[in-house]
């Protein structure tokens, strides 16, 4: 009777342990998974984290960076136009384009080499009424082509200030210097 007994209890005691176990290691995932910058994971009809959030944000910040600088690029200057706030778009002209195409030879083709962007960093403009701006610095490769053989490579650095405007991050500033020829 007494071995029974026992036997009960310590399989009552193990089931706790197990259980206890099987919390902390979800616990500490939990952690781990904040402190790392990724999103810990919700529950259908739990709502969405923070983190997620703002890695959505940051995504759509990158996403109109990256649409800006391929239409600069590739030369387009109506896609180029429509990417820039109302404000800046008042302030751009032709010599803020990347290049001349005329300056291309023929068969002579420019397509984005590498391409590295910097965090995105948020901050209010008192300019704007303290509406929140992103600010990015993207690090490119321009490669000037002739057929498969790069002939040359410009460098560029792009430090731009997107502003969230009708549900889209438009550039409303931009720098650009060119690092090497």
């Known amino acids: 009777m007494q071995l029974l007994g026992r036997l009960k209890t310590r399989a009552k005691n193990k089931n706790i342990a197990i259980l206890l176990v099987l919390?902390?290691?979800a616990t500490l995932a939990y952690f781990m998974a904040e402190r790392s910058g990724l999103?810990?994971?919700?529950?259908?009809?739990?709502g969405t984290t923070a983190a997620s959030l703002a890695a959505h944000r940051d995504k759509a910040v990158y996403q109109a960076a990256e649409e800006?600088?391929?239409?600069?690029?590739?030369?387009?200057?109506e896609k180029v136009l429509?990417?820039?706030?109302?404000?800046?778009?008042?302030?751009w002209t032709d010599a803020s384009f990347l290049y001349d195409r005329?300056?291309?030879?023929?068969?002579?083709t420019v397509e984005l080499g590498s391409l590295r962007h910097s965090i995105v960093r948020y901050i209010q403009s008192?300019?704007?009424?303290?509406?929140?701006?992103?600010l990015v610095t993207f690090k490119y490769t321009m490669l000037f082509k002739n057929g498969a053989e790069v002939?040359?490579?410009i460098k560029v650095e792009e430090s731009m200030a997107?502003?969230?405007?009708?549900?889209?991050w438009l550039i409303a500033a931009d720098q650009r210097k060119i690092i090497s020829e």
């Open 23 to 25: 919390i902390a290691v």
């Open 151 to 153: 002939s040359t490579e």
């Open 162 to 168: 997107l502003q969230f405007v009708d549900e889209n």
């Open 126 to 134: 008192p300019e704007l009424g303290g509406e929140t701006l992103a």
């Open 39 to 46: 999103s810990p994971v919700t529950l259908p009809g739990a």
């Open 82 to 91: 429509s990417l820039l706030t109302e404000e800046h778009r008042f302030n």
């Open 102 to 108: 005329t300056a291309l030879q023929p068969g002579q």
């Open 68 to 77: 800006f600088i391929l239409a600069l690029i590739s030369d387009d200057r």
